[in-house]
């Protein structure tokens, strides 16, 4: 992490896991399992089945955050099987993941479809965790940056500077989602760093300064301290190893450990 301090935060993004039942235990565990640490932003991202039983469980609470999985653009209307910014507002979710991969290449998502709902996000004052990532073939023709470069223009365009403190980024190499296969800290940080230089030339420096930029990709409680600690990384997007409540307290341990070295060290 970078001298300018940012909190780390970890999320877990179920994908299509978990009932309403499996959620509730899920947050009842995590919450004793939490206690009162405050130094890592948590957050869960249940699908919209589950967001009412997480956020019950998760009722007094002030240590753990909820995240919806996507969202429509349009405030209420004729698209089945939608839900709108207003609806995830009323089940007091503060986060919403949007443009994840999985949503661009099998439900046909486009960078100009995924910009309308981030500006919908931020008006609602949800806070989008915009996902961006490139293919094993983009890598291997060495169109990384373009690609990437490109879904972060575009998904932002239009966007307020002054509605960035609480955006947050997420890479997600797609050639790192449910493979097994990890970004090394390497590829991780020069990819990070490449979005934050973007951002300082798009918004200004101070922005991207402020802007949380997550890794995301078969991160592991094994894996993600030499990942965490890359200058530009900021946390993690967990997708299977959130599942459990064991490997995704080892994961927010370990942003908790880099956090207490960071201030031991100022
Ligand atoms: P995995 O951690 O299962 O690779 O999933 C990553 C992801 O897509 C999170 O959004």
Avoid at 15 to 37: C, D, H, P, R, S
Avoid at 79 to 108: C, D, K, N, Q
Avoid at 144 to 171: N, P, T, W
């Amino acid at each position: 992490m970078s001298s300018y301090h940012r909190k780390y935060i970890v999320a877990g993004n179920w994908k299509m896991n978990k009932n309403a039942v499996e959620a509730k235990q899920f947050i009842e565990e995590l919450v004793v399992e939490l206690g009162t640490q405050s130094d890592v932003g948590v957050v869960v991202c249940p699908p919209f089945t589950a967001l009412e039983s997480v956020a019950r469980a998760l009722e007094g609470s002030h240590y753990c955050a909820v995240g919806a999985q996507n969202m429509h653009p349009e405030p209420s209307g004729a698209y089945t099987g939608e839900v709108s910014a207003e609806m995830l507002r009323h089940l007091f979710v503060s986060y919403v993941i949007l443009g994840h991969s999985e949503r661009r290449a099998y439900f046909g998502e486009t960078d100009d479809f995924i910009r309308q709902k981030v500006l919908v996000a931020l008006e609602n004052n949800l806070k989008p965790i915009l996902c961006v990532g490139e293919t094993l073939e983009q890598r291997d023709a060495g169109h990384m940056f373009d690609v990437v470069g490109h879904q972060l223009r575009e998904g932002m365009r239009g966007v307020d500077a002054s509605q960035l403190e609480s955006f947050v980024l997420a890479y997600e190499p797609v050639w790192a989602i449910g493979t097994g296969r990890t970004a090394t800290p390497e590829q991780a940080q020069e990819m990070h760093a490449f979005l934050r230089k973007q951002l300082a030339g798009q918004f200004s420096e101070d922005v991207a300064q402020k802007v949380r930029i997550l890794y995301g990709g078969s991160a592991k409680p094994d894996n993600v301290e030499q990942l965490f600690r890359q200058e530009d990384v900021d946390g993690g997007l967990v997708g299977g190893a959130s599942l459990e409540v064991r490997s995704f307290m080892k994961i927010i341990e370990v942003a908790h450990q880099l956090t207490e070295q960071e201030f031991a060290t100022v």
